[in-house]
């Protein structure tokens, strides 16, 4: 057995020199590496960039943005999954609203990211906040290492960075428009991402995924149960104007499943009580009256996420019904 | 901690005792450390085992796994033999106890040998800066750092959805998951290997190398030649060459062989795939004994794959949780069954030129062979301050496994 360690050749004082630069050369690239990262502050961390936005990495980035970006820009926000990450605030005339919402997002996440946006100290008065069972549902719910205050640190410099880098050039010089196209994220953080999922056959998703869905689906898992809790008792200490609403499902899923669908939004309400003040509204979209938008297969790209057409609308209906509050 | 000072004083006491002859004592000091590797890493196993006797019903102990156990259990077995064949003996307990638990290789080795490791303790030259040890020091360790960080760790990504989810696995992810498997293990146990050799040479001590690109190799013999070398030589030393070696006959031969490596299969985890691994280890060597005895030859590429192909496989039963676990896994790589719809074990292509430099580095210099070519030049140089900002950067990353070898 040969133990190749045992006849390194000595080099005498060179070696010396070379320590002696070699110490001060690392400090002196990681130096510049992390100041380099400072100055771009491509999450408008630091407070150096006023036009911050996604360019991928969605949950590292919207974490990010969420210290000091979203809470000293914006007036208002979007929370949920990726049903409400497609809703594009602009029609709001009078509000200027980032979306937050994450794809695959699930209470926890979205409880986490509204907590480091409110105690940023920001401009944030409204919220606008989107249940579908899929939120409150343990089954397959992911506990993101992104989601942490520990997540600060990486914007100095880390692989999650490059990529965002990395990610930003792609689409900046629209290298692959077919995966990632170059405007996907608006600077409200709105995800326009119907081009990449909308499905050809709109209809025979849905009819499919009248066949998949479970009675396990619509139960409330302890974990989104407590989040959602604290979601509330947050947006209501921090005084937060809430419109709470429950994203339409499309007609044929919501016929199938009218009873379980309307159990659910019983038990959130139930759940939601304490918090029930003047700031905040609940609306069910799962109604019989709503029928004209979740009848209208035009109004969605697949089993539940909204086309352009839809969204417009149910802005629209988001703004109406909460006027009523103001 | 309590443990590792338990196990110093007592084995430094016994070995007092132990002499040319003297068999007794050192059976005694040899039963007491297996007794206690056995009780915090065997004894759930054997209860499990114990179970299967009707209408016994033993409650597991769930004992956590001290840091390091079988690396310095057996390193101090061999100072304990060492000392019956009457090599010279450490004086002070502090020696011995550096020897011990010198930092660098306490928790995953290498495994050193007194003879080795005392001496440079002594070194009138140990307290001195060398700045040769420094810049080759520094150098493998950022080498090694960079290969479980960077690419292990990278590996690992696929290797963990894959072995979570076989289920939903088809043949080709399957085969996916048990070659990342494979890289991942090696890059994760050479590199931290490599980082404890770098952290020694910072210390001006010289740690026996532990691999030399193993996945070369040309035959299961060489495979285990370069792998885990100073577990080998111990294996050699104090397991193969004590039951006869190859000196007792054919047969002999192969059942010591055999008994090698199953031991060598217990050490590494308690459990029958570990025992079941070590096994087809040692058959394999039998195998290749009797190949070479009829004069048998294969060419370079085919016995390159075949040697790797065969570890990867024995991999499974390394990997897996569990027989069935490895058994399912095994039928999904030898059959053609498709993948579960929506699952995806690679969802995103960000490592690609990570897997890319991993399966590069199998076949260039490894980390101790760079060490020994280090030159003071500015290749070299912008070469280490690069390796560093690369670990730096990944070890602010949310991309991190543990050392697997910690495990064992």
């Given at each position: 057995m040969t133990f190749c360690i045992s006849i390194f050749k000595p080099m005498g004082n060179h070696f010396k020199k070379y320590f002696l630069i070699l110490l001060p050369a690392c400090l002196g690239v990681l130096s510049v590496f992390v100041f380099a990262n400072i100055f771009l502050d491509i999450f408008g961390l630091f407070g150096f960039r006023e036009n911050a936005r996604v360019y991928g990495e969605e949950r590292f980035s919207k974490y990010l943005m969420s210290f000091y970006y979203v809470p000293q820009h914006f007036e208002g926000m979007i929370l949920g999954p990726s049903l409400s990450a497609?809703?594009?605030?602009?029609?709001?005339?009078?509000e200027n609203y980032f979306n937050a919402s994450i794809m695959g997002a699930r209470m926890n996440n979205i409880f986490s990211l509204a907590t480091n946006i409110l105690e940023?100290?920001?401009?944030?008065t409204k919220a606008i906040v989107c249940i579908h069972p899929y939120v409150t549902?343990?089954?397959?719910a992911e506990y993101t290492?992104?989601?942490?205050?520990?997540?600060?640190?990486?914007?100095?410099?880390?692989v999650n960075l490059l990529r965002v880098y990395g990610l930003g050039l792609i689409r900046g010089f629209d290298l692959w428009p077919k995966k990632?196209?170059?405007?996907?994220?608006?600077?409200?953080?709105?995800?326009?991402f119907e081009s990449l999922f909308r499905v050809e056959d709109v209809p025979g998703r849905i009819a499919e995924e009248v066949t998949k869905v479970?009675?396990?689906?619509?139960d409330i898992g302890a974990n989104q149960r407590l989040a959602f809790k604290k979601l509330l008792a947050l947006l209501q200490q921090k005084e937060i104007q809430t419109f709470v609403y429950f994203h339409p499902v499309p007609l044929p899923i919501y016929q199938a499943y009218q009873d379980q669908l309307h159990e659910f939004w019983k038990d959130i309400l139930t759940g939601a009580e304490p918090s029930k003040d003047d700031l905040f509204s609940f609306h069910n979209f799962n109604t019989s009256d709503f029928s004209f938008f979740s009848g209208d297969?035009?109004?969605?790209?697949?089993?539940g996420h909204l086309s352009k057409k839809g969204q417009k609308i149910l802005m629209e209906e988001i703004h109406n019904q909460w006027d009523p509050m103001e | 901690m309590f443990l590792i000072f338990f196990s110093i004083g007592f084995n430094y006491l016994i070995s007092k005792r132990i002499?040319?002859?003297?068999k007794k004592t050192l059976i005694i000091g040899i039963s007491i450390n297996l007794l206690l590797l056995i009780f915090f890493k065997y004894a759930d196993f054997i209860i499990y085992n114990l179970n299967?006797?009707?209408d016994l019903s033993l409650g597991y102990l769930n004992l956590i796994l001290p840091l390091g156990i079988s690396f310095y259990t057996f390193q101090q077995i061999a100072y304990l033999v060492d000392s019956y064949k009457g090599t010279k003996k450490e004086k002070s307990i502090f020696s011995y106890g550096l020897f011990v638990s010198?930092?660098?290789?306490?928790?995953?080795?290498?495994?050193?040998?007194h003879s080795e490791m005392m001496g440079q303790f002594r070194d009138?030259?140990?307290t001195k800066v060398n700045f040769d040890n420094l810049a080759r020091g520094f150098f493998i360790f950022m080498m090694g750092l960079a290969k479980k960080i960077v690419i292990a760790d990278s590996f690992a990504v696929i290797a963990n959805k894959g072995y979570a989810n076989i289920t939903s696995l088809g043949s080709a992810e399957a085969w996916a998951t048990s070659l990342a498997y494979s890289l991942q293990l090696y890059f994760d146990f050479s590199g931290y290997s490599a980082m404890a050799i770098g952290l020694g040479l910072l210390f001006n001590i010289r740690l026996p190398q532990?691999?030399?690109?193993?996945?070369?190799?040309?035959?299961i013999k060489e495979f285990w030649r370069n792998w885990h070398m100073t577990l080998s030589r111990f294996l050699r030393d104090y397991v193969y060459i004590p039951l006869g070696g190859n000196k007792k006959g054919n047969f002999r031969t192969s059942v010591n062989l055999m008994v090698t490596f199953l031991l060598g299969g217990i050490w590494h985890g308690a459990g029958w795939t570990f025992v079941f691994w070590g096994f087809l280890h040692g058959f394999a060597l039998v195998v290749h004994r009797y190949w070479i005895k009829l004069g048998m030859n294969m060419s370079k590429i085919p016995a390159l794959l075949l040697t790797f192909f065969f570890v990867n496989i024995t991999w499974v039963f390394f990997r897996a949780d569990s027989w069935n676990t490895s058994i399912q896994m095994l039928h999904r790589m030898f059959n053609s069954v498709p993948k579960m719809d929506n699952?995806?074990?690679?969802?995103?292509?960000?490592?690609l030129p990570v897997w890319i430099a991993g399966v590069i580095l199998l076949f260039v210099p490894n980390a101790i062979e760079m060490g020994r070519r280090l030159q003071p030049t500015f290749f070299y140089l912008m070469l280490n301050v690069l390796l560093f900002l690369l670990n730096v950067i990944y070890l602010n990353s949310i991309v991190k496994n543990d050392f697997l070898y910690f495990d064992f």
């Open positions: 497609n809703l594009d605030p602009e029609p709001f005339p009078d940023n100290n920001g401009k944030i549902n343990d089954q397959g290492d992104f989601m942490q205050p520990d997540t600060y640190w990486k914007a100095f410099g880390s990632y196209p170059k405007g996907q994220y608006k600077p409200n953080g709105s995800n326009q479970k009675a396990s689906d619509f297969e035009s109004n969605y790209i697949d089993h | 002499f040319p002859g003297q299967f006797i009707p010198f930092f660098p290789q306490l928790i995953a080795g290498p495994i050193v040998h009138s030259n140990l532990n691999f030399n690109s193993p996945y070369k190799s040309l035959s699952f995806y074990l690679v969802s995103n292509f960000y490592d």
